[in-house]
């Protein structure tokens, strides 16, 4: 199709646009494209999904099968990630190829009465370049179920109807798009970008009804990578209809450039909405006003009787609301207790409830409650309030942020006054487990499954002796046959080896001290087995003022390989690696961190990372690292790099729990950058017990 074309087709679409609705027409919906962003069919809109939403794609056609997680980061910025499956490469010279890039669209102005919704995005920009573009698109809603789109394309975007790059007007090299070292992947190159010829593409979005969407297209993809073999362009139009199969499922089909049928399959989630709505806690206990008789109050006499009864009550009132009592003491109208949260998501959560207790139990003459929350036999916070302000804001309306801006909130002293019953301390479960693997191109997707065994030992205030022992039921990770070519030690990308020779793996065995230097610093040394692949010695040390966004930590550690097969034994190599680390609490969920040191194979360099937490235990977020390893040596995909993912298993139940199931999405995992995995890292422990953390969660104090 000419230039001339299509800039007729989309001229006439967009001129036919008022006639296309009624007033009582469905609200239109925004759906995601082939590459797994916001989009029509091929091309973008400049419309976003609903804040938080995470989203999977997967979109066939002649012989391209695109598969893309999507989170939208921002009310305005999402982010995807692509793997894709391509037979139909011209010259590929390998058969099939495995592909994976990344993908940013921002949405920079918002639909108003005059004005489109106006949005930029960046396509493959770390990648093989396969599918390498950028746009502009502006997209404009008439009524309520139709919408039109417009934009200019580069890249893949700007190759059928091609003009000269209007950005040439402003600078030469604008005109001229470098070449790729296509293939190569792993590094952004932003000498590309906007550069070279542009085209137009639009389209109309008909919402026929609540579930039923039509869709019309005019493609500026000219498919330069692909076998003309492979299929025929016989035109740039593109036509699709979408039906909804349940609130955050479309599937679609589609006839594509004359020749070819398609098929996508779109499916989201969103953090900010459980399954189970506000989730299935059970009702605290109400708070007793001091004018009622309390159990503690009828014949006290402060002796040490009373004093141990009263601990006894209240730490089996404590232990039906899944808390425990790690100390407690009385000094005239102050009550001193220390407590250990293993249930609740939100520490808040868990000091509301432990004052409705404590309101519930204590004489009359006790006006003041201090709650330090205890973790490893570490204090870390101290909240101490009034019972007054328990007993008038139980049932007021503000009662949340009133009872926080009445509270004091410090960090205790480095000593602890543990109940003589707290110590020695055993635990143990027995839980599933599943063990995932991607993008292997001779397996995509393996996984290995099993049950898993996990023993904590805690014979003192801050000693720790824990473990975990898996056993493999199935699986086909023992499949992966590919070796490792890497020419740095091979620290990382023997995985395999580990996978096949480990069905019974202790995959973690340590002992850790935790200890206080002082009233802002937190320590911990830990020795033993790490993680399946290293063990060792590992020391840390963490500067976290109580109210302050921001921590400093350092970690130097001297570890050793494993052997493969999941036991006691040690290979031939040993490194000394650590990082100082940088720790900033952004606000609104989002939490930044660089660490800088040296890796495991003996690489130096830094990693930064970024995560949005949710206020429910959802966390994700993306990291990379880069190193004094050069992108040739460190092999496939240049440098490290990946997506992790948590998921809290309340957000799944309901029920009041802070299990959670974490996974790390790598494009490619190679041996630089890798830094060894010790558990019981400071900030993860401090940094939720503390005031920004409990500021954030306090809505659920009277939960």
């Not at 009465?113 to 698109?137: H, K, Q």
């Not at 009622?292 to 002796?303: C, R």
């Not at 109580?546 to 040690?570: C, H, I, K, M, T």
């Amino acid at each position: 199709m000419s230039r001339e074309t299509g800039a007729w087709v989309i001229a006439a679409v967009f001129g036919a646009a008022h006639a296309a609705f009624a007033d009582d027409a469905p609200t239109i919906g925004t759906g995601y494209n082939s590459y797994g962003y916001p989009g029509l069919i091929d091309m973008p809109v400049a419309k976003s999904r609903p804040d938080g939403e995470l989203a999977f794609t997967a979109s066939s056609f002649a012989g391209q099968a695109r598969n893309t997680l999507t989170f939208q980061i921002l009310p305005r910025v999402s982010g995807s990630f692509r793997y894709s499956v391509l037979d139909n490469l011209a010259n590929a010279g390998r058969g099939t190829l495995y592909d994976r890039s990344f993908s940013l669209h921002y949405r920079f102005a918002d639909e108003t009465a005059l004005r489109p919704a106006l949005a930029v995005g960046l396509n493959d920009f770390l990648g093989t370049g396969i599918y390498s573009s950028e746009y502009l698109v502006a997209t404009k809603t008439f009524g309520e179920s139709v919408r039109l789109t417009g934009g200019i394309g580069w890249g893949r975007l700007g190759g059928s109807g091609g003009f000269t790059n209007p950005l040439g007007v402003f600078d030469d090299r604008f005109k001229r798009r470098p070449e790729r070292d296509f293939g190569k992947g792993g590094d952004v190159e932003a000498a590309q970008f906007f550069r070279g010829d542009a085209a137009l593409f639009g389209g109309i979005e008909w919402q026929a009804t609540d579930r039923l969407k039509f869709t019309v297209e005019y493609s500026s993809d000219d498919h330069p990578r692909e076998d003309p073999s492979a299929f025929r362009r016989k035109s740039q139009l593109n036509f699709g209809v979408t039906y909804g199969l349940g609130p955050m499922t479309d599937l679609s089909l589609r006839y594509l450039y004359g020749s070819e049928l398609g098929v996508q399959l779109s499916t989201a989630l969103n953090p900010k909405s459980p399954p189970n709505h506000a989730g299935r806690d059970p009702a605290p206990p109400p708070i007793l006003a001091r004018n009622a008789p309390t159990v503690a109050a009828l014949g006290w006499t402060d002796g040490v009787v009373e004093r141990d009864a009263l601990r006894g009550d209240i730490a089996r009132a404590l232990s039906s609301q899944g808390l425990g009592l790690h100390g407690f003491s009385l000094s005239g109208g102050t009550a001193r207790i220390e407590i250990e949260n293993d249930t609740y998501l939100q520490e808040a959560q868990a000091v509301g409830r432990t004052a409705r207790v404590l309101a519930r139990h204590l004489p009359a003459h006790v006006d003041v409650f201090d709650i330090t929350l205890v973790d490893a036999g570490l204090p870390v916070t101290q909240i101490s309030l009034r019972r007054d302000n328990m007993e008038t804001l139980e049932h007021d309306l503000d009662g949340a942020w009133k009872s926080f801006a009445r509270a004091r909130i410090s960090s205790p002293e480095g000593t602890t006054t543990p109940a003589p019953e707290r110590y020695p301390g055993f635990d143990w479960t027995i839980s599933p487990y599943l063990s995932p693997s991607f993008f292997d191109p001779d397996g995509p997707l393996r996984a290995d499954a099993g049950a898993q065994l996990d023993v904590s030992f805690q014979p003192m205030p801050g000693f720790e002796v824990s473990g975990i022992l898996r056993q493999k039921v199935l699986g086909n990770l023992d499949d992966a046959t590919r070796r490792s070519d890497s020419v740095l030690p091979r620290v990382r990308s023997d995985f395999a080896l580990y996978d096949r020779e480990g069905e019974t793996a202790l995959t973690q065995l340590t002992g850790a001290h935790y200890f206080k230097p002082g009233r802002d610093l937190y320590g911990r040394v830990t020795v033993g087995y790490f993680e399946r692949m290293f063990g060792g010695l590992s020391t840390e040390l963490l500067w976290k003022r109580n109210d302050s966004p921001f921590a400093l930590g350092a970690e130097v550690n001297y570890a050793w390989q494993r052997d493969f097969d999941g036991g006691f034994g040690f290979r031939n190599y040993e490194v000394a690696t650590g990082h100082v680390s940088a720790y900033w609490d952004m606000g609104n969920g989002f939490h930044a961190q660089v660490d800088a040191g040296r890796y495991l194979a003996e690489d130096w360099g830094a990693t930064i990372s970024l995560d949005r937490e949710f206020g429910n235990g959802w966390r994700i977020g993306a990291f990379a690292t880069l190193t004094d390893v050069p992108f040739d040596t460190f092999g496939e995909g240049s440098f490290d790099k990946g997506i992790r993912i948590t998921v809290p298993i309340r957000w799944l139940t309901g029920e009041p729990n802070k299990t959670a199931y974490t996974t790390t999405i790598r494009p490619v995992q190679r041996d630089g950058g890798a830094r060894l995995d010790v558990p019981g890292r400071l900030y993860d422990r401090v940094r939720p017990r503390q005031k920004p953390a409990l500021q954030d969660g306090w809505g659920r104090f009277w939960r």
